[in-house]
């Protein structure tokens, strides 16, 4: 084979690559999305925005990327099921490999995303809700959908910055929304973690409970539960890793 | 003040090809990370000084920057049945176990991957302390090279704390050192991985060594699982097996599966049913665990007399089904206890 067709044949794979829709990427399907908006609502937290070409439900995650060189990580979908958009909430972490260069990105970037899957998806009715810091994304994202109703919503921070969606959801859930605050006291906000919320008030053992979060305040909000009566077969949780 | 000394970066751990980039750096003569690779692995050095095919001027050198970098355990525990259980601290403020297993015809270690873990399991005790960090190759190896049975240990499980596929690159980098003709030369039959399915780490895995595979199975349901495993939200045990039956596993590759006996949770007929249907197709061996009881837990271990009837039943399916045998009882072997001890007595104090 000539220098030149070799050339030319590389450039045909390239081609055929960056216009195939659906290609490998360790293992994995995915499609390459012009960023609309990458936004940073609270110091170190972003939303990421691109066009919605896939169905999903709430619940479900997506793998991201920048190149095919980082392995995707996975991330909640924060948006409705019927929003034209995919939003992804994220925060960028220094000692990260990918979240400083999503932090990076810019509109009319490109940005990898796998096909959407996971099974965090199906709520009970009257379901509580608990998550910290961006955890909070697959509640959003069921509560924008309508996918639930008379929902209870536990959120820890560890600033009050980091409220993401207060605002839809203060009127939306009214007295249902909890806010939980460990660096700001304040008349407002629960004044220490999810877990200090849930040794002090009572839970109802008869409802159904969805925790989404890092493991230690999944492992932790679990125990307390189940030692506050909740049987362990209705604390369903979606973790971290 | 003092000037800022830097710290010695370790060899031990290091693989072949990283040894290169060391002496390359160092402007030592390539064939160098062999000699290296022979003292820290063939030989097990304790000093670069004892490298003695090395000049040295070269040792000098790479004392400058280097050390061997083994650290030894802190604690140890001993049970009646022989069972020791060792506890290594990484950096500062985390410890890790590792349990040593002597048999008549073998000595398993059982090694950790990660100071706590991310994955949440419910009966699981490392889960409890969250997640702290992944082990670097030299601290998985470490818990091998420095126990006193270190050259007795006939095979190795990495089944203690922490999920090895959430720290995929090291656990590689450890087997490669393992199994490499240069490293300590061993049968990947010897080594079993164990995971609870993290899909695209454990196809990695598959495609790049012949290691024996282990996955924590627990409950053939989805919606049981989901209560016991969050894992099985993102990749369902169903995807998992599926994807291991479409591997090309190596011909001396074994798959198995943990399956963790709880009371009237997870040892019903209805379970050996599904077990069936899921590992239908599938050459592999199912290992069942006796689960012994943690304060607070709200499950209990299945009695023995079910333990029997539920292998006999997976044996009548085809299913080859073994019983673990319960080791270190009076230690509490079971991963993470100790450390949890640790990590409880060190937060008191300070």
Redesign the interface.
Known sequence: MTKQRLIKNVFLVLYINLNCKMISW???KYTTEVVLENKMIAPSAYILKFRRKFNFSAGQ?VGLGVNVAI??R?YSIASGEDEEFIEILYTEKSDGQLTPMLSLLKNGDRVLVTQP????TNYSDSPVFIATGTGIAPFISAIKSKRVSNVTLIHGVRACDYFYFSDMLKKQLGENYIQCCTGFASSEYFDGRVTKYLREFPVNPNKKYYLCG???M???A??IL??KGV???S??????? | MDPVVEAKKSLYGLTINELSQVVKEEGLPSFTAKQIADWLYKKDVTSIDQMTNLSKKSREQLEEKYQIGLSEHIKVQQSADGTKKYLFKIGNDKFVEAAYIPESDRATLCVSTQA?????C?FCMT?????QGNLSTIEILNQLRSIPEFRTVSNLVYMGMG?PF?NLENVLSSLEILTSDWGYGWSPKRITVSSIG???AM??FLEKSNCHLAISLHNPF?D?R???M?????Y?IQKVIAEIKKADLGRQQRVSFEYIMFDEINDTDRHIKEMGKLLNGLKCRVNLIRFHQVE?S??KGTPDARIIEFRNALTAKGIFTTVRASRGQDIQAACGLLSTKELNKKSSQS
Do not use: H
């Open positions: 360790n293992q994995q995650v392995e995707p996975l899957y996971g099974t965090f890092v493991a230690e999944v492992v932790d679990r125990d189940i030692s049987p362990f077969s604390i369903i949780s979606e973790i971290y890793f | 706590g873990c991310k994955m949440g419910l889960g409890k302390q969250g997640f999920e959430d993290i899909i695209p196809l990695t989805d049981e989901k209560q016991m969050p894992i099985q939200n993102v369902p607070g709200p499950l």
